[in-house]
């Protein structure tokens, strides 16, 4: 899948109203502080002419020019950051403004080898455009671990949870470092669907890409896209979005129809994204050996062998929020 020239558009205006309020609060800043630091303007202003003094003896041959011409600008620096801080000012308060730092509000950065490439934060706004990430979106605006809750789960069951919890909040603390893979299974309404929230949210936070799927969506995307002779090419974009993006989250696996098809693509996803080293989040209603028995042995194997498996066990959560719902109304 890709962008139409809309979509993109939109985008690239975005950037540029961000470039030009994030301006403007540099021009104020700066009036502020010229207003609020007697001495400061002029400070600056001997910048530009002991950087035009130097040039010229740069260009004159003087020696150790560059040198002093250094030295003489890391002084100055110096001096206006002592200003500023004397005055209540952060030091780098006229620093220039960026809501992304890796592109500069441009969507775009240059990679070691010279590639221009989109950065993170293009991905990330092109992925909410591409894929229908309103349940995701929906789910991790009140299901995130600020709102977590240890009250709907007893014993065993809590144990469970308090594991699982634990194991979340590792693989988003060591995301950037450490591959690993999660797979949820159990009961219906005991938290799977939480979880994964939780670790999409702060993980979206931190500007990884994240494509939420329930398990038929991308089932029948797949297929959409498959048996489509004229889709060859948005064929291509939809697998290099499903096996590159930092995260994919495939939910209630196992509500799709299962065949041959299925089984296969599956497979596919789960290993290309294995030999890239990119993280999958499965959640499904299955025990185990349902899981063995409805997909090959490779899948599961696949599974087994390299993700973290949590079991998630107790009560729905999501009936008893209903009833107490009902009693409270009442």
């Known amino acids: 899948m890709s962008l139409n020239h809309l979509q993109y558009e939109s985008i690239m205006r975005g950037y540029e109203r961000t470039r030009d309020r994030n301006h403007r609060e540099e021009l104020s800043r700066r009036e502020r502080v010229y207003h609020d630091v007697p001495g400061y303007r002029e400070l600056e202003d001997s910048v530009s002419t002991l950087c035009a003094s130097m040039t010229r003896k740069i260009l004159e041959d003087c020696p150790n020019a560059r040198q002093q011409l250094h030295v003489s600008l890391a002084e100055l620096s110096q001096r206006k950051k002592r200003m500023l801080a004397q005055a209540g000012f952060a030091e780098d308060y006229l620093e220039p403004l960026y809501d992304c730092h890796e592109c500069h509000d441009t969507g775009y950065v240059q990679t070691d080898e010279g590639i221009r490439k989109k950065c993170r934060c293009f991905r990330l706004q092109e992925i909410t455009l591409l894929y229908e990430q309103s349940n995701i979106q929906s789910i991790i605006s009140k299901e995130n671990f600020s709102t977590l809750s240890y009250e709907y789960h007893k014993g065993d069951d809590l144990k469970r949870f308090e594991t699982a919890v634990e194991i979340c909040r590792n693989?988003?603390?060591?995301?950037?470092?450490?591959?690993?893979?999660?797979?949820?299974?159990?009961?219906?309404?005991?938290?799977?669907?939480?979880?994964?929230?939780?670790?999409?949210?702060?993980?979206?936070?931190?500007?990884?890409?994240?494509?939420?799927?329930?398990?038929?969506?991308?089932?029948d995307a797949l297929s959409r896209y498959s048996f489509d002779a004229k889709s060859k090419e948005p064929l291509y974009r939809f697998c290099q979005d499903l096996y590159c993006c930092d995260l994919i989250i495939i939910d209630d696996l196992g509500t799709e129809v299962t065949n041959a098809f299925v089984t296969s693509q599956l497979f596919a996803c789960l290993n290309e994204r294995h030999l890239r080293a990119k993280a999958t989040l499965i959640s499904t209603n299955l025990?185990?050996?349902?899981?063995?028995?409805?997909?090959?042995?490779?899948?599961?194997?696949?599974?087994?062998?390299?993700?973290?498996?949590?079991?998630?066990?107790?009560?729905?959560?999501?009936?008893?929020?209903?009833?107490?719902?009902?009693?409270?109304?009442?």
């Not at 219906?188 to 929230?197: I, Q, R």
């Not at 939780?198 to 500007?207: H, I, M």
């Open 171 to 219: 693989f988003v603390q060591n995301f950037k470092q450490d591959y690993r893979n999660l797979f949820f299974y159990g009961t219906v309404g005991t938290g799977k669907s939480f979880l994964s929230g939780c670790v999409a949210n702060d993980l979206l936070q931190q500007g990884y890409s994240v494509i939420y799927f329930s398990s038929s969506g991308l089932f």
């Open 287 to 330: 025990s185990l050996e349902e899981l063995r028995d409805r997909y090959s042995e490779r899948i599961f194997s696949r599974i087994t062998s390299n993700y973290t498996i949590c079991k998630l066990t107790g009560p729905d959560i999501r009936l008893y929020k209903k009833r107490m719902a009902s009693i409270a109304s009442t």
